[in-house]
């Protein structure tokens, strides 16, 4: 039993809803998004993921029509968009803070685009019921925005957004104000919801949890550009250069200087005295040339003994250990004084722990466990 | 205790300076008219219970018989109510626009707007006489572009008395309209266009109704006061002007008939308790709804 999957950013026949052609946007001298080209597929959950004033909001707000840019293109379905009003786009947006009318009820709120449209009464009142239905609403329909939770405010903005079925919907920053727990269920909800409907979503987050949680695809942004584009395990596995790694999840950077090996390996050295380090790449790198190797410390195995199997081993004594529950993660330093971090899951009880400060201790990792990248 | 002299305070005040004389003004409605010190009859040095007999409601059956006080009730309403209209519509825009202005100019604008308040209130009606009189500065302007040939009568008209209630009152209805405005989140607006709404659709359906309460508290803060107003109508409205105030003032000094005068205050208070009771709700809801 094989199931298709879903990937039409790799089949070059696919039509893309949105594109993005060498956009830029000027705030007078400040450059918020530089060059942009980038394509937006149907049926997506495309994240932006990014730090603040990264131009992600800019993005979506250019998508919306609240901006428009500075030079280039922006399609939606073939058809530029740059210039058209909000209003007649086929676009609707969840704002960060909801921005539900504190004036009308839940109801209200929720008809409130059908009914700018020349929609039936009767149509209306249908199309609201089956919002309030897929958001679980139908008890506070008569409530105003005041009188409910943050999570049912949230709700109600996500209704009302997709109420007119729109043909992309924009999520800005959509479970900034949620406490953690609750987040987690919306994430999942958010999902369903996108899959059931089938709407192209795109959402704009700093969280890269949330954003590896939701996506089928990730853009992480930096200053304006799109750094890498890619599915949330291609951005964790395969980041495309260190602020990429760095910024999603926690990563080991190793810096030094590569000779091949052959066979697409390559051994960096990494530092005077010590034996270099051994690791594939798919990228080619010169002799002598600089890199920088990108491990997650899940991936780096700590152990009292010096392992036999494994490619690289160094020796370190600990200086920390982080205890998170489920994981403990040891702060482990080299004698060169480079810090390293380890990861491991916590199948024994604490009281079991054979490793603990001070002591020496060997990390190691496979050839294939790390990245070797440029910059 | 505490809580007690806590309340006390505000309800002696209220006590010592509205109900009193409220009480007192009320007593003299019920006297006559007396060619004594004080003008009317019965007094305290009557005797209570004497005083107390030789009240009657004279004096209000009176103002129904003589159309000049019913008329200058009506009169009063409906200058009023006009002048309300008026502030608003000149009010709202000042208010949006200030609400809209860049942040760095909005304290200047506010002091623009207060800045009137710190000159005498009848030396800027004074000055309105300067302005808006045959020879004034109005007509003189007019006369000097050619717009008009003759000098407009403007001076002792109604519309010199709208004109003179509009400027002195306005503050009054932009500052709490502007209030409501300066708190409207702006992806308010945003959401009603994302939603198909065009930007006046969206003006309409929201931005007017999110300000309905500063817009209701500047009615009202203009209402009242213009109803029972009265030097902008003697100085500026001239003999022609029918306002309630003017009755009051003519009453009490001119003609020294302090009961009829009294009577005329009682009702004219009955007929602002109305206003001010909404007014009064219209502000505890707003800040119910603010909790």
């Not at chain 1, 997506?44 to 428009?68: H, I, V």
């Given at each position: 039993?094989?199931?298709?999957?879903?990937?039409?950013?790799d089949?070059?026949?696919?039509?893309?809803?949105i594109?993005?052609?060498?956009?830029?946007?000027?705030?007078?001298d400040?450059?918020?998004?530089d060059?942009?080209?980038?394509?937006?597929?149907?049926?997506?959950?495309?994240?932006?993921?990014?730090?603040?004033?990264?131009?992600?909001?800019?993005?979506?707000?250019?998508l919306?029509?609240?901006e428009?840019p500075?030079?280039?293109?922006?399609e939606?379905?073939?058809?530029?968009?740059?210039?058209?009003?909000?209003?007649?786009?086929?676009?609707n947006?969840?704002?960060?803070?909801?921005?539900?009318?504190?004036?009308l009820?839940?109801w209200?709120?929720?008809?409130?685009?059908?009914?700018?449209?020349?929609?039936?009464?009767?149509?209306i009142?249908?199309?609201?019921?089956?919002?309030?239905?897929?958001t679980?609403?139908?008890?506070?329909?008569?409530?105003?925005?005041?009188?409910?939770s943050?999570?049912?405010?949230?709700r109600?903005?996500?209704?009302?957004?997709?109420?007119?079925?729109?043909?992309l919907?924009?999520?800005?920053?959509?479970?900034?104000?949620?406490?953690?727990?609750?987040?987690?269920?919306?994430?999942?909800?958010?999902m369903?919801?996108?899959?059931?409907?089938?709407?192209?979503?795109?959402i704009v987050?700093?969280?890269?949890?949330?954003?590896?949680?939701?996506?089928?695809?990730?853009?992480v942004?930096?200053?304006?550009?799109?750094?890498q584009?890619?599915?949330?395990?291609g951005?964790?596995?395969?980041?495309?250069?260190?602020?990429?790694?760095?910024?999603?999840?926690?990563?080991?950077i190793?810096?030094?200087t590569?000779?091949?090996?052959?066979?697409?390996?390559?051994?960096?050295?990494?530092?005077?005295?010590?034996p270099?380090?051994?690791?594939?790449?798919?990228?080619?790198?010169?002799?002598?040339?600089?890199?920088?190797l990108a491990?997650r410390?899940?991936?780096?195995?700590?152990?009292?003994e010096k392992?036999?199997?494994?490619k690289?081993?160094?020796?370190g004594?600990?200086?920390?250990?982080?205890?998170?529950?489920?994981?403990?993660?040891?702060?482990?330093?080299l004698?060169?004084?480079?810090?390293?971090?380890?990861?491991?899951?916590?199948t024994?009880?604490?009281?079991?722990?054979?490793?603990?400060?001070?002591?020496k201790?060997?990390i190691?990792w496979?050839?294939?466990?790390?990245?070797?990248?440029?910059? | 205790?505490?809580?007690?002299?806590?309340?006390?305070?505000?309800y002696?005040?209220?006590?010592?300076l509205?109900?009193?004389?409220?009480?007192?003004?009320?007593?003299?409605?019920?006297?006559?008219?007396a060619?004594?010190?004080?003008?009317?009859?019965?007094?305290?040095?009557?005797?209570?219970?004497?005083?107390i007999?030789a009240?009657?409601f004279?004096?209000?059956v009176f103002?129904?018989?003589?159309?000049l006080?019913?008329k200058?009730?009506?009169s009063?309403?409906?200058?009023?109510?006009?002048?309300?209209?008026?502030?608003?519509?000149?009010?709202y825009p000042?208010?949006y626009?200030?609400?809209?202005?860049?942040?760095?100019w909005?304290?200047?604008?506010?002091?623009l707007v207060?800045?009137p308040?710190?000159?005498?209130?009848?030396?800027?009606v004074?000055?309105?006489?300067?302005?808006?009189?045959?020879?004034?500065?109005?007509?003189?302007?007019?006369?000097?572009?050619?717009?008009?040939?003759?000098p407009?009568?403007i001076?002792n008209?109604?519309?010199?008395v709208?004109?003179?209630?509009v400027?002195?009152?306005?503050?009054?209805?932009?500052l709490?309209?502007?209030?409501?405005?300066?708190?409207?989140?702006?992806?308010?607006?945003?959401?009603?266009?994302?939603?198909?709404?065009?930007?006046?659709?969206?003006?309409?359906?929201?931005?007017?109704?999110?300000?309905?309460?500063?817009?209701i508290?500047?009615c009202?803060?203009?209402?009242?006061?213009?109803?029972?107003?009265?030097v902008?109508p003697?100085l500026?409205?001239?003999?022609?002007?029918?306002?309630?105030?003017?009755v009051?003032?003519?009453?009490f000094f001119?003609?020294?008939?302090?009961p009829?005068?009294?009577?005329?205050?009682?009702?004219?208070?009955l007929i602002?308790?109305?206003?001010?009771?909404?007014?009064?709700?219209?502000?505890?809801?707003?800040?119910?709804?603010?909790?």
């Amino acid at each position: 039993m094989s199931q298709k999957v879903f990937a039409p950013w790799d089949d070059p026949n696919e039509k893309p809803l949105i594109r993005f052609e060498n956009v830029t946007k000027k705030f007078g001298d400040f450059t918020a998004i530089d060059d942009l080209t980038l394509n937006i597929y149907e049926r997506e959950f495309f994240a932006l993921l990014g730090p603040s004033g990264c131009g992600k909001t800019t993005m979506m707000r250019m998508l919306a029509g609240f901006e428009n840019p500075t030079s280039g293109k922006m399609e939606l379905s073939g058809k530029n968009i740059a210039g058209i009003p909000p209003n007649k786009r086929a676009v609707n947006m969840m704002f960060q803070s909801y921005a539900l009318f504190p004036h009308l009820s839940v109801w209200e709120n929720i008809a409130f685009g059908l009914k700018r449209g020349n929609m039936d009464k009767r149509d209306i009142a249908a199309r609201v019921e089956e919002m309030l239905k897929l958001t679980r609403l139908t008890k506070f329909a008569g409530r105003k925005p005041h009188q409910i939770s943050g999570g049912q405010r949230q709700r109600v903005a996500l209704a009302r957004s997709l109420a007119k079925a729109p043909k992309l919907l924009l999520l800005d920053e959509p479970l900034g104000a949620l406490d953690k727990k609750l987040r987690q269920d919306t994430q999942f909800e958010l999902m369903d919801i996108q899959e059931s409907t089938g709407t192209t979503f795109v959402i704009v987050t700093h969280d890269q949890e949330e954003a590896m949680t939701v996506a089928s695809r990730v853009a992480v942004m930096d200053e304006g550009r799109i750094i890498q584009v890619a599915t949330p395990d291609g951005i964790y596995e395969a980041p495309n250069s260190v602020y990429v790694a760095d910024f999603i999840g926690d990563v080991n950077i190793i810096e030094g200087t590569v000779k091949p090996a052959g066979d697409g390996m390559y051994s960096l050295a990494w530092a005077e005295n010590e034996p270099p380090f051994l690791a594939s790449s798919d990228l080619p790198f010169s002799d002598g040339q600089k890199a920088h190797l990108a491990i997650r410390p899940e991936k780096i195995a700590i152990t009292t003994e010096k392992p036999e199997e494994a490619k690289n081993a160094v020796q370190g004594s600990v200086l920390d250990i982080a205890y998170l529950g489920n994981l403990s993660t040891y702060h482990v330093q080299l004698a060169g004084g480079q810090i390293i971090k380890a990861q491991t899951a916590n199948t024994r009880r604490l009281s079991r722990r054979s490793i603990t400060w001070e002591d020496k201790v060997w990390i190691s990792w496979n050839a294939t466990a790390g990245v070797l990248l440029e910059q | 205790m505490r809580r007690f002299f806590l309340i006390a305070v505000p309800y002696g005040w209220l006590l010592a300076l509205f109900l009193v004389p409220f009480f007192i003004v009320f007593k003299i409605s019920l006297s006559d008219l007396a060619l004594s010190i004080p003008p009317y009859t019965p007094t305290m040095k009557d005797g209570f219970g004497q005083m107390i007999k030789a009240f009657d409601f004279e004096n209000f059956v009176f103002l129904t018989t003589d159309d000049l006080y019913w008329k200058a009730y009506l009169s009063s309403l409906k200058i009023a109510l006009i002048s309300t209209a008026l502030a608003l519509l000149v009010g709202y825009p000042m208010a949006y626009g200030m609400a809209r202005a860049p942040e760095e100019w909005r304290p200047t604008l506010m002091m623009l707007v207060i800045l009137p308040f710190w000159t005498s209130f009848l030396i800027r009606v004074y000055a309105w006489v300067g302005i808006l009189s045959n020879e004034g500065f109005l007509n003189q302007f007019l006369l000097w572009t050619g717009l008009i040939s003759t000098p407009l009568t403007i001076m002792n008209t109604t519309t010199a008395v709208y004109i003179g209630i509009v400027y002195t009152y306005l503050p009054f209805m932009i500052l709490p309209i502007y209030a409501a405005l300066d708190r409207l989140d702006e992806s308010l607006i945003e959401a009603a266009e994302d939603l198909g709404c065009s930007r006046i659709k969206a003006f309409w359906l929201v931005t007017i109704p999110l300000s309905r309460n500063g817009i209701i508290a500047g009615c009202f803060l203009v209402f009242i006061p213009a109803l029972g107003e009265f030097v902008i109508p003697s100085l500026l409205g001239g003999s022609g002007t029918l306002m309630i105030g003017k009755v009051l003032f003519e009453e009490f000094f001119n003609n020294r008939d302090w009961p009829v005068a009294s009577a005329v205050a009682v009702i004219l208070l009955l007929i602002l308790i109305v206003p001010i009771i909404l007014f009064q709700r219209n502000q505890q809801r707003q800040a119910e709804a603010e909790t």
